[in-house]
């Protein structure tokens, strides 16, 4: 069942939808797994997350094992493949392992972790656009491909990047919004409205709200307000920083932009 565009998970304005939720009994869980030292019992411990995380979409936000991640341009792919949940709690566990007297906090392992996973799952940091069109074209019978088609490809683009982020975050109990927009603008080399799409995530994480965008790079704090700019059409204003590489405006609506010229 497609839950991308229910009512119940989905805030809708022009050009914007963001997918947001939360499974905040979980908050600890992910600690209490990678201290089992089994691996095989671990993996147990995981499957039994993923399929809590499972019963509710609607209400979580999570991308099931049947929900699509769409495209655009009848493509799309499903995040069915535990095996990415699998790295995710190995990276976890070794990070977690080598903190040696509690140095680095919760947060920061976890960002290295999701960086690691999609970077090892994909096989690399890299874009190459025709296996990625091929590997995510739906099937005759319309069905999303598994996200398990693009692994080790070296394929991942923005959509990718940011599904899997989210679904990762959530998993450790953080709220997570996965944002799709129709209007980003990025870079003094181009300043106008394009129609465009862009797939980041923005993360809810000890009652602060970051920018997390693997595909663009940009990783930073955003006011408490932030996915109300976003739904109003203002957008976000990302200045350059040590971990922003790529400034620019995310999702302003055409109108605002006009606007903004016109003042």
């Not at 997350?49 to 979580?60: A, H, Q, S, Y």
């Not at 095996?83 to 995710?88: P, T």
């Not at 129709?182 to 465009?196: C, H, L, M, V």
């Not at 996915?227 to 999702?251: C, F, H, M, R």
Request: hydrophobic share 35%; glycine share 6%.
């Amino acid at each position: 069942m497609e839950k991308f565009y229910s009512k119940e998970n989905l805030f809708l304005a022009p050009d914007v939808k963001i997918r947001f939720g939360q499974e905040s009994e979980i908050s600890n869980l992910w600690k209490n797994i990678i201290s089992v030292q089994e691996q095989e019992k671990r993996e147990k411990l995981v499957d039994n997350l993923l399929e809590i995380m499972g019963m509710d979409t609607e209400k979580n936000g999570f991308f099931g094992k049947e929900d699509r991640v769409d495209c655009g341009n009848f493509r799309a792919f499903v995040l069915d493949d535990k095996s990415l949940y699998y790295m995710f709690f190995e990276n976890l566990r070794n990070l977690s392992n080598q903190n040696v007297g509690g140095k680095i906090s919760d947060g920061s392992i976890i960002n290295q972790a999701i960086r690691a996973t999609i970077r090892d799952y994909a096989g690399g940091d890299g874009v190459d656009r025709d296996e990625r069109l091929k590997l995510t074209t739906l099937t005759d019978e319309g069905l999303a491909p598994s996200i398990s088609r693009q692994k080790g490809k070296n394929c991942f683009y923005c959509t990718e990047r940011a599904a899997i982020s989210h679904n990762l975050w959530l998993l450790t109990g953080a709220k997570s919004y996965f944002c799709w927009t129709n209007s980003d603008s990025f870079g003094a080399e181009n300043p106008e409205y394009k129609n465009d799409t862009h797939n980041f995530t923005i993360v809810e994480y000890d009652d602060k709200f970051r920018l997390y965008d693997l595909a663009m790079d940009n990783f930073c704090f955003l006011e408490n307000d932030c996915i109300d700019k976003l739904l109003s059409g203002k957008g976000l204003k990302v200045e350059q920083s040590k971990t922003v590489a790529n400034p620019g405006v995310y999702a302003q609506n055409l109108s605002e932009k006009a606007k903004s010229k016109q003042d």
